[in-house]
């Protein structure tokens, strides 16, 4: 990872990371989120545009990973229903594994390289993923 190969992670280094990632990111998102906003209004049934202006939203603050799996849907069958943003989930993904991993490899500096300082930070992490996987 690049933020693994700094010696320390400071405010400097994270703001270096995010920036570049929002450059990367943000625009071309937010011009198809607009171009989308815009246009699919106006080719779907009245009663689609609440739906998809909720899946905006959601897609807007990088969370369509999240409201599939609060919403319990099929992403295969998504792809025969109306959802056009059905694809975004994986810049949800992305930006998710942004914000949490740099304050993972922070901490596991902290805790230091040794197994038995790795382990309990390991269990944690496996049950809260479980006990999110249980929960939705």
Same mark, same amino acid.
């Given at each position: ?6 010696? #320390? ?7 270096? !990371?995010?920036?570049?990632? !929002?450059?990367? @990111? +943000?625009?071309?998102? =937010?011009?198809?989120?607009? !171009? ?17 202006? &909720? ?8 969370? #369509? ?16 229903? &109306?959802?056009?943003?059905?694809? #975004?989930?994986?810049?949800? +993904? ?10 993972? @490899? ?20 496996? =049950? =809260?993923?479980? &006990? ?5």
């Amino acid at each position: 990872s690049i933020l693994a190969r700094e010696r #320390t992670i400071d405010f400097k280094v994270l703001t270096g !990371f995010y920036t570049r990632r !929002f450059k990367r @990111i +943000v625009p071309l998102y =937010a011009l198809l989120l607009l !171009f989308l906003f815009l246009l699919v209004p106006l080719l779907l049934l009245a009663r689609d545009v609440a739906k998809f202006l &909720s899946d905006v939203v959601w897609a807007a603050v990088f969370a #369509t990973n999240i409201h599939s799996v609060v919403d319990q849907t099929d992403y295969f069958a998504e792809l025969f229903d &109306s959802n056009v943003l059905t694809h #975004t989930w994986s810049l949800g +993904v992305e930006i998710q594994y942004y914000l949490i991993v740099p304050f993972l @490899i922070s901490l596991q500096r902290l805790l230091g390289d040794r197994l038995i300082c790795r382990l309990p930070y390991l269990i944690i992490l496996v =049950a =809260a993923s479980f &006990s999110f996987q249980c929960l939705t």
